[in-house]
């Protein structure tokens, strides 16, 4: 429990504050005082300190409990931390949340680890939908289901047969036998355009690859209204804040979703900041130069609460997908586990070098920040290269070029990214499900660079951590997951979900680890002049915790619950008063 020291009833607080101003809150008197506790500032210094003062939703002072003592006036709301740990708001640098507020509304996400849960899941499903139509299963990956393997129609017709079932998986649609008789495939005498279908040894359908949109014209699609998404996007950040998040990036959305923003933000309804990353397939200059100009926004405008972040291309596809671009051919072992055919695949391009200087260099010039997902180290040194040409003719490094994902990072690439300015946003809780998969198909030399975190801090690349969060409510059970406290947790342990350790030589300190989701995902925005420390002039943003992150035992950290976060000086998440939501 924390305790206010002084809190005047409320009503008597307002009456005194109405007639008292001017004359009580002079420019150096802090409306919140934070004392006794133990403040981790993150500054340059890396000071710990006792007490932290905000006035105006600005930090106005850290120091020790006396050091508070001239910004203490009558009208100061003093609340002793005793003892408890304060640190920066939490920065989750890549989150799909609108769409994950939509997605909840149509259907809300269940996390499915093995074939039986995917079974059990359809058949709660069958007792609410009506005979006839479609179900389709929430979305999982191979790399997570305990068979690591796609699921048989077979294996779905025990669940049900009542209803065609659909489920998407590694890049693959798996149907129930039902579903597949009602696209017309029976047996490998029938096919359907654009798709390649893989049959059994007698002949029935498994899978099939492409031909998405024959299942599409099936099912109806749904829609939600965007009253009901802004309800359902105010309840997620109400969540975010539950665990300590005070800013978001959206990753990858487009401008009708800024104005949704700015809407929350006008009404006075936003919890979280917001940095909008938009995203679009321009494929030449001329259509980055279009694109830019028709959309009317710049990286950099908006203001403290909604902002335009970069311009951002996906350049290649996923380890749950089977078409991340690698440095090798997949070979033997990676082609059989996502269903391969092409004995010399790498993964997908989606962008030569050439087209991606030309794009590269178009945002540059326009003056955007461009960022990138790029998941295999094929595709990071592809884009590398494509940078380093841009630079003999533009400088590049002062625009903070970012690339998402990069999960095989080498000394070599963070040398080329370190001189040219490039930084990174990462995604732990992929380690924490998927490096035993990665270790038992890619092999241990890979594991070990997976996700390589010391890699980026000891080349000096800022590097931001977070959970590319797109499905679900659950901050321990989404895909992805996006408790802080798990992400922390996995950068400092090397652990995954089953408490194996993978490429020990790559784990953070705690306070590496907080900076990853507190200065450096600031810096990967152009905010670390506003927040990701606890400096007198900055946001007050900050989070009391519930036990002291740098000491408490090292599984502890993922327990980790705020006590109190505070968003712009005011309290937008009370333990004690609301519960979790
Ligand atoms: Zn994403």
Redesign the pocket.
């Known amino acids: 429990m924390l305790v206010p020291v002084r809190n005047l009833s409320r009503p008597v607080c307002v009456a005194l504050v109405l007639c008292s101003m001017v004359s009580v809150l002079s420019a150096e008197t802090a409306t919140t005082i934070f004392k006794n506790g133990k403040v981790i500032t993150l500054d340059d210094q890396s000071r710990i300190v006792e007490a932290i003062a905000l006035r105006d939703g600005k930090i106005l002072a850290v120091g020790s409990d006396a050091d508070m003592q001239p910004y203490q006036g009558d009208q100061t709301k003093v609340i002793s931390l005793e003892g408890k740990t304060v640190i920066p708001g939490l920065i989750e640098s890549?989150?799909?949340a609108l769409r994950a507020a939509r997605g909840e509304l149509i259907q809300p996400h269940q996390e499915l680890n093995s074939v039986s849960e995917i079974q059990a899941w359809i058949r709660e499903k069958v007792k609410e939908v009506p005979k006839g139509r479609w179900i389709t299963v929430p979305r999982t990956d191979i790399t997570r289901l305990k068979e690591r393997r796609h699921p048989t129609p077979a294996e779905l017709d025990v669940a049900c047969a009542t209803h065609p079932v659909h489920m998407n998986i590694a890049r693959k649609d798996v149907l129930n036998t039902l579903g597949f008789e009602l696209l017309g495939i029976k047996s490998d005498k029938d096919t359907l355009a654009g798709a390649r279908i893989v049959f059994d040894d007698n002949g029935k359908p498994l899978m099939m690859e492409g031909g998405g949109g024959a299942i599409q014209k099936l099912i109806p699609k749904q829609t939600v209204s965007p009253e009901a998404t802004r309800e359902a996007l105010k309840k997620l950040h109400a969540i975010y804040n539950s665990v300590g998040i005070t800013s978001i990036l959206e990753?990858?959305s487009g401008v009708e979703e800024y104005r949704e923003y700015e809407l929350l933000k006008e009404q006075k309804e936003l919890t979280v900041r917001m940095t909008m990353t938009i995203r679009q397939q321009v494929r030449s200059a001329a259509a980055v130069e279009a694109f830019t100009k028709k959309l009317g926004l710049i990286t950099g405008d908006g203001d403290d609460w909604v902002r335009v972040g970069p311009l951002k291309i996906s350049v290649d596809g996923g380890i749950h997908w089977g078409n991340t671009r690698l440095s090798e051919p997949y070979g033997e072992k990676r082609r059989q586990f996502y269903v391969l055919q092409d004995a010399d695949y790498r993964g997908d391009l989606a962008y030569s070098r050439e087209l991606m200087e030309q794009v590269f260099e178009a945002g540059q010039k326009l003056g955007w920040q461009m960022c990138c997902?790029a998941t295999g180290d094929g595709s990071v040194n592809e884009i590398l290269t494509a940078l380093e040409n841009v630079n003999q003719r533009l400088p590049v490094k002062d625009r903070r070029f970012c690339i998402?994902h990069a999960y095989f990072p080498t000394q070599e690439s963070v040398e080329r990214s370190k001189a040219l300015g490039v930084c990174y946003d990462t995604q732990t809780y992929l380690f924490y499900r998927d490096a035993d998969a990665i270790n038992q198909i890619y092999g241990p030399a890979w594991v070990n660079r997976f996700m390589g975190l010391k890699t980026f801090v000891d080349g000096g690349v800022p590097i931001a951590i977070n959970s590319?969060h797109?499905n679900g409510f659950d901050p321990d059970h989404s895909m992805n997951a996006f408790n802080p406290f798990l992400a922390l947790y996995i950068a400092v342990s090397r652990r995954d979900i089953d408490g194996n350790v993978f490429g020990a030589h790559q784990k953070l300190t705690r306070e590496q680890a907080l900076r990853c989701m507190t200065i450096d995902a600031a810096y990967i925005s152009f905010e670390e002049k506003v927040k990701g420390t606890l400096e007198p002039g900055k946001l007050a943003d900050l989070v009391v915790l519930d036990r002291d992150y740098l000491t408490c035992p090292e599984n502890e950290i993922r327990q980790i619950k705020p006590l109190l976060t505070v968003v712009d000086g005011q309290i937008v998440f009370d333990a004690g008063k609301t519960g979790r939501p």
């Open positions: 890549h989150v799909h990753r990858g997902h998402t590319d797109m």
